[in-house]
């Protein structure tokens, strides 16, 4: 399994950044998958998730309102839009597929959660 993050970068506050997420090796239509991030000093936390339907999506409260995640199946591509960005959003942005194949429900816990990307970094300036 290769996961594999870009669209990461310096932006200024209130600006925004796309994030994008390519799988290979698993069936990516089938699965749940989210976005996580990891600032320094602090352990990695849910930001998005989305199950295969694309239906339903699930935010944490940090960015709900804020980010949008959405998916192509077709292309094995997930995608994070991040709008109004903050200083507090400066981390390390990580995609991760889960084994679940829920229609409707998705969880942003990490362990819920088996196959990680190496990241992308997001650095947001005040």
């Known amino acids: 399994v290769q996961i594999t993050e870009s669209g990461g970068g310096l932006v200024q506050a209130g600006g925004s950044l796309r994030l994008s997420c390519i799988t290979s090796g698993v069936r990516f239509g089938d699965h749940t998958i989210g976005w996580f991030r990891q600032a320094p000093g602090k352990e990695r936390e849910g930001g998005a998730c989305?199950?295969?339907?694309?239906?339903?999506?699930q935010y944490a409260d940090s960015v709900k309102g804020r980010f949008t995640i959405s998916r192509d199946n077709a292309k094995n591509t997930l995608y994070l839009q991040m709008n109004s960005l903050k200083p507090k959003d400066t981390a390390m942005y990580y995609c991760?597929?889960?084994?679940?194949?829920?229609?409707?429900?998705?969880?942003?816990?990490?362990?819920?959660?088996?196959?990680w990307g190496q990241g992308t970094q997001v650095t947001v300036s005040s």
């Open positions: 989305i199950t295969w339907s694309g239906v339903n999506p």
């Open positions: 991760a597929t889960s084994g679940q194949s829920f229609y409707y429900d998705c969880s942003v816990q990490t362990e819920e959660y088996n196959y």
